[in-house]
């Protein structure tokens, strides 16, 4: 059908005549109009982008010879092109739907295209909407034009790149991260290392250190090419990955820790300064504040650099790289020209004898392998430097592994190439005395030295200044030209500082966009064509500048440490969590890692936090926990498709299929309802009732018949009502379904509703008060839904004597503060909800689609309990919206009163038990009340206690309903009769065929027979209802066996009025019937 109106569609147009002898699925070619000339550019070419617009295709005859002159014709509008790559767009002003050449044919839909699949903020090109399958498939009358949302969302094109700086992967990645990753302590660190772990072992450390980044470097290079990486880093990385609360925490304390890195890496810097102002006696004061002027001065003109613009930063960052190369070439060219001078001093070039004899460990000062691996680790650090500015590179997909991974493996040669020619050329201790020289013979020499003709032995006694152990300016000595190492140093703090003062500000623009903390979206603002967060610079700048002034940052040093591997931590951990949950979306172009190895990766970073400074480890931990703790208790609205969430419906599938093959047993029964509610905020009374037991116990589905068939309006109103359950912390589905009426709709869910085990097994909905006043099919199709029992369901009915349904009332429905904003209660056409009549609401709907959202989300602000309602409230409905209120508040000390007279399993039993174990029902109360005789009472109290106990619930008292068989009062009685009246059939007063054609039209009608075949039923009903009266007027709940009816024997009229005349009058009571299978049991 869809494709013989497409067809029609397509080719009405171009009709000629209806004696067209051509084929209703042909379709006449689309002419190729002229180019439009120069200056006649049309204004709908702006509206073509992003969205497909419509088109009359017109026969190259029928056109107007002058077509291709004139603007204002169809034909010179038809010629736009768009950014599908240059197909003709065919527009006009009648159709609201858009045409384009596909194969040769002419058609709405769409050929792949990467436009499509773009985000609506797409950095690299316009996001393109294809056509809707409505668009495809709804007959053409109903083919829609475009809202105004979506010509704005359409429109809505990502940031102009235009003219901002980008960088390859060696100027963006790897320059940026070697620079970061050789810092100060390859310069007067590293000798000190081998001094005390020896070669082997420095070699070990940095080994160690190289595996655990490289790892994260792998990790890393699998998480940015599995998509798209914008701006962010590691936060970008890990939040769009795990979820939004590991993103949030590491994201808040990686910024951080950048930004106090760079009063790291500026106060080595100063103190460096200081100590060549101090060698020369040029203090301005003392050290410490001269550190700190250095130090403000330096930190001014690294953010002077920075907010100049990435590129003034970049070519920064290259000056210093090869100064740093520089520094380094001349430490090894040096090596290889040992001097006279310099052997007192230790440096005697290489030499096989020093390095055996710098093989081995010499440990002093209570220094470990671990104490020296934790000094070394920090200088490892920094593989995120180019990962941290994704957002500014041409290609982070590619550039981000190949840059990381690179600069892992340039800089580690490198640390171990200084390892062993340090350990080969230098000796541990030297006197740097000239005349310390072996004049004797050489036989007796234990050490290196001795063999070279020095005798440092005095250095085992202390206080040598020369040597690995003892200097750490060695590297400068060794050096060919000595300013340079000092440049070298300068070079490397500078440069980890400068890449500190950018990644910091990223991060934490990236962290302010996604509003995961309140008050740092003023952070997220960027500025100039690259948006640079000038704000967050600031905010970086005064967190440095405020930890230089401390100027003592030995204690701040293993904490920023520890954040760096919280981080790297949790990236390797995003790589193993996003395997394990196995996500078609989950498929990097990296190929090269793997999930073990990763939480190998996370756990080895583990250990390094602890073997670095355990109580910075227990400290970054428990900041880690609080902001995780904090962001999910907020939970934000946000939806990345983490691999959290897959893992999530991973394990939720495998549980449910275990589930499956294990049989149910008593013990572990539970009530899992669904309740007949229609829109879940239409009944809050029954919703919050039955979410009271079923809270963390059971299932709970709210099932709502559609009369409408629509499916678009109920899969719209399905999204809209979970989302309502999530906000008002009901935990509860919600499941539609067309129906003709209550009793279609409830087969329906009971039959299609749940997955394996987690299907409902007892049906709930409310008592019909109005029953009298309706048609009396409608009762019949009421009573007919406890056909619940012939699917083995049980069967909960709640009544209060004011009602239950509130959709009616205009915005007067109070709910707690945090549901502030949720829908408003609203009827089935949500008309009366804004005093709109149907009519207006029809209207509204078919002006606006949308319209319809707007009516429903309603914000209850508008409506809070301070402002007067804007209609007065009736007292019928003032009354029924606060008995729709009270099971959401804490229940006063009272009782659940449990009228159990007739054993149906135990669920009767089991619901007030699941109740009184709830905070809000707690200061309840359960009394029992059971039938019995009037000469056994006592009996049938101790064998109702002793049942009870043997099933472990607590009671207050038992009550043994003697007299429940005496005869009803005679008023009550006539009240049952005048009741029943209207629906009796009286057939003794018509002949017998009227009787049988009028009982077959009105099944529901009372017959004389069944009356007087039921009439002890019917006293009893009356009489429960005195004795409710007078034992359970005051109960907080009433929970009563229901009356069960022997079906095709009583008349849907009489059962009616039995549940009438049972619950009148009364408190809330609960009608409940088990489906006669065991649900409690006394066996362990």
Known sequence: HSFNSESE????????????????FQVDPVADAPKTPPGSRSSAGEESKGRFRAVNFLNPSDAAPDAGVNGDTVRSEASLHSSTGGLSHFSDTHSST??????????????????????????????????SLSELHDELDKVRALTAAEIITAKEVSDSKAGSVKFGWVKGVLIRCMLNIWGVMLFIRMSWIVGQAGIALSCAIVLMAIVVTSITGLSTSAIATNGFVRGGGAYYLISRSLGPEFGGSIGLIFAFANAVAVAMYVVGFAETVVELLDSIDALMTDEINDIRIVGTLTVILLLGISVAGMEWEAKAQIVLLVILVAAICNYFIGSFIPLKSKESQGFFGYNAAIMMENMGPDFRDDETFFSVFAIFFPAATGILAGANISGDLEDPQSAIPKGTLLAILITGVVYIAVAISNGSCIVRDATGDDNDTIVSSLENCTDAACTLGYDFSICKEGGCKYGLLNDFQVMSLVSGFGPLITAGIFSATLSSALASLVSAPKVFQALCKDKLYPGMHVFAKGYGKNKEPLRAYVLTFIIGLAFILIAELNIIAPIISNFFLASYALINFSVFHASLANSPGWRPSFKYYNKWVSLAGAVLCCVVMFVINWWAALLTNGIVLALYIYVSYKKPDVNWGSSTQALMYNQALTHSLHLTGVEDHIKNFRPQCLVMSGYPNSRPALLYLVHAFTKDVGLMVCGHGFRRPNYKDMMNEQARYQRWLLKTRIKAFYTPVFADDLRQGAQYLLQTTGLGRLKPNTLVFGFKNNWRDGEMKDVETYINTIDAFDLQFGVVLLRLKEGLDVSHIQGGVSWPKWANGLSLFVSDFNSASVGLSSDEFQTLQEKAPGMKDLLVSINIKDFDNTKKPPLQLSPADEKLLTASQQFQKKQSKGTIDVWWLFDDGGLTLLIPYLLTNKKKWRDCKIRVFIGGKINRIDHDRRAMAALLSKF???????????????????????MFEEMIEPYRLKEDDMEQEAAEK?????????????????????????????????????????VITMPLARKGTVSSALYMTWLDTLTKDLPPILLVRGNHQSVLTFYS
């Open 998 to 1038: 009028l009982k077959a039209e009105e099944p529901w009608r009372i017959t004389d027979n069944e009356l007087e075949l039921y009439r002890a039923k019917s006293n009893r009903q009356i009489r429960l209802n005195e004795l409710l009266k007078e034992h359970s007027s005051t109960a907080n709940l009433i």
């Open 98 to 131: 858009y045409y384009l050449r596909t194969f040769g044919h002419n058609t709405i839909d769409a050929v792949p295209n990467i436009d499509f699949y773009r985000h609506t903020a797409a950095p690299l090109g316009e996001k393109l909407l294809r056509p």
């Open 9 to 24: 569609f397509f080719k009405k147009p171009a009709l000629r005549s209806p004696g067209s002898s051509q084929s209703r």
């Open 952 to 974: 472990r619930i607590d009671f207050s008292d038992i009550t043994v309903l003697g007299d429940i068989n005496i005869k009803p009062k005679k008023h009550n009685t006539k």
